[in-house]
């Protein structure tokens, strides 16, 4: 993140921001809960009181700010108190809500087959194909540079994902064709003076920088409207798709997680919730009731002893 013409208080918190690396996208939002909070007082943030910060949670909930939102603002402001300013008195009155636990919503084997053949170039089909078919996250699939594919063994090498990971995911035979499609019709203007192993598969509008996840994005509600997918699915779908897929072929839960970069088995687990094949595989109960019962065959007795 940029220093220039800021406030000290600010500069200072980005400060501490990088000294411990937090990553631009957690700055960008740290940053904007301060000034949602200083816009509610009118005033700097390091004059807040105990009963600014009750008044400002009552705020966020009064106004209908999602709980998601109001945690991630909490955090931020629970930064800037304990971290920057010192304020251990404010920041034990910041809390946090428990958040309802909703399944991830996961598309068909059919709407992903009308999905990919409905992309309308073949940049968007191979990005969609290797969120799907390899369980990459947005931002995993536009930084993907040439040095990432391996053809030879068929893999696709991630770096630094999130939590800054590094991991493998197979590369099939049909994504690596599309990707030697591509990079024959792929724009090189911005190529100049970059070594070919560190250009970016898919380049965006500045030279040096990969294409947006917001255009990506943008890419994929396109192509979800034109498949006639009436869920109201995002592009996080595709990850979410690719495991629950896997889990209900009967692929091992540790080998998905690793595929997926979870830390905790527990995350990877969630996808059973998901998984309809294994679900709707289970004989109920109900319909045991309507099926002849099954008489137990009776032991013989042993001999008695002569």
């Not at 499609?181 to 190529?191: A, E, G, L, M, T």
């Not at 965006?204 to 997918?229: C, E, Q, W, Y």
């Not at 687990?269 to 709707?280: D, E, F, K, L, N």
Request: with cysteine; aromatic share 4%; charged share 30%.
């Amino acid at each position: 993140m940029t220093t220039d013409t800021v406030s000290p208080l600010r500069q200072r918190m980005i400060e501490d921001m990088n000294s411990r690396q937090l990553c631009a996208g957690t700055q960008r939002g740290h940053i904007r809960s301060c000034k949602r909070l200083a816009a509610f007082l009118s005033r700097s943030p390091d004059t807040t009181t105990i009963e600014d910060i009750r008044l400002f949670q009552l705020h966020l909930a009064e106004t209908g700010v999602s709980i998601c939102t109001r945690n991630r603002i909490m955090t931020g402001l629970r930064f800037l108190f304990r971290v920057t300013l010192r304020r251990l008195d404010l920041a034990a009155e910041i809390y946090h809500i428990r958040e309802p636990e909703k399944l991830p919503l996961v598309m068909s084997r059919d709407e992903m087959k009308r999905l990919l053949a409905v992309a309308g170039t073949l940049k968007a089909r191979i990005m969609f194909s290797l969120g799907y078919g390899c369980g990459l996250r947005a931002g995993e699939v536009v930084r993907l540079k040439v040095k990432h594919i391996d053809s030879a063994q068929r893999i696709i090498r991630v770096e630094q994902g999130k939590g800054r990971k590094d991991r493998h995911v197979m590369l099939s035979r049909d994504t690596l064709n599309l990707l030697r499609q591509w990079w024959k019709v792929r724009p090189s203007r911005y190529d100049t003076g970059v070594p070919p192993e560190e250009r970016f598969l898919f380049s965006g509008h500045r030279p040096g920088k990969p294409m947006s996840t917001r255009h990506l994005n943008r890419l994929f509600h396109k192509a979800a409207d034109a498949a006639g997918i009436k869920k109201r699915v995002t592009l996080h779908a595709l990850r979410h798709s690719f495991a629950t897929h896997l889990l209900e072929r009967g692929t091992n839960i540790r080998t998905i997680q690793a595929l997926l970069g979870h830390s905790k088995l527990e995350t990877t687990a969630h996808y059973a919730h998901v998984a309809t094949g294994m679900i709707a595989a289970v004989e109920s109960p109900l319909d045991q009731l309507s099926q002849p019962d099954k008489k137990a065959k009776k032991r013989k007795k042993d001999p008695s002893p002569a």
